[in-house]
T-cell receptor, first 114, second 116 residues
């Protein structure tokens, strides 16, 4: 069975600085997707970024980028120029290529200090 | 489009009471999901419905039942609530269909349930 591990329960960053959130996963599949979701205090789950396993290029969405290391089964999220609005829970998630079901990590709470 | 809606937003139950959480989507999606979120556990899949008329167990189905009433609606029922079911419940939907095709999963706003 696939598993997703987020080893950092909490992280903090100064406004305008850069922070990296870690995620590792375990799978024997070759076709899969990886995601980072943001959950602000409103509880709404917001998709931040996704990565297809077959793509070698790391995904980027504005200030958010990933470091996808397929051989190491690592999928970290880098947030550049951190803003107060980035404060939230961040979940890493895995999806097999032949299903729409998501497997989530336990989350990392990010605090942003002015 | 309202997207995925859930009712109620908050609920307090006593042990042994029953209730149904409602979920509806207006995006004509085939697949719908129920997750629960607990501190330190992330989101875990309770039940899902790949298409109208079908339902399957997820990771933590015990104590729950579901009904896919039609393509739009997917309800979650607690027949006899227990304190261990205190959690935040999320409904989600996705277009579904072809395997290997990326389909984003859209989430509702969640229901915070407390069982005393």
């Amino acid at each position: 069975a696939q598993t997703v591990t987020q080893s950092q329960p909490e992280m903090s960053v100064q406004e305008a600085e850069t922070v990296t959130l870690s995620c590792t996963y375990d799978t024997s599949e070759s076709d899969y997707y990886l995601f980072w979701y943001k959950q602000p205090p409103s509880r709404q789950m917001i998709l931040v970024i996704r990565q297809e396993a077959y793509k070698q290029q790391n995904a980027t969405e504005n200030r958010f980028s990933v470091n996808f290391q397929k051989a190491a089964k690592s999928f970290s999220l880098k947030i550049s120029d951190s803003q107060l609005g980035d404060a939230a829970m961040y979940f890493c998630a895995y999806r097999s290529g032949n299903t729409d079901k998501l497997i989530f990590g336990t989350g990392t709470r990010l605090q942003v200090f002015p | 489009n309202a997207g995925v809606t859930q009712t109620p937003k908050f609920q307090v139950l006593k042990t042994g009471q029953s209730m149904t959480l409602q979920c509806a989507q207006d995006m004509n999606h085939n697949s719908m999901y129920w997750y629960r979120q607990d501190p330190g556990m992330g989101l875990r899949l309770i039940y899902y419905s790949a298409s109208e008329g079908t339902t399957d167990k997820g990771e933590v189905p015990n104590g729950y039942n579901v009904s896919r009433l039609n393509k739009r609606e997917f309800s979650l029922r607690l027949e006899s609530a227990a304190p261990s079911q205190t959690s935040v419940y999320f409904c989600a939907s996705t277009p579904g269909g072809l395997a290997g095709v990326y389909n984003e999963q859209f989430f509702g706003p969640g229901t915070r349930l407390t069982v005393l």
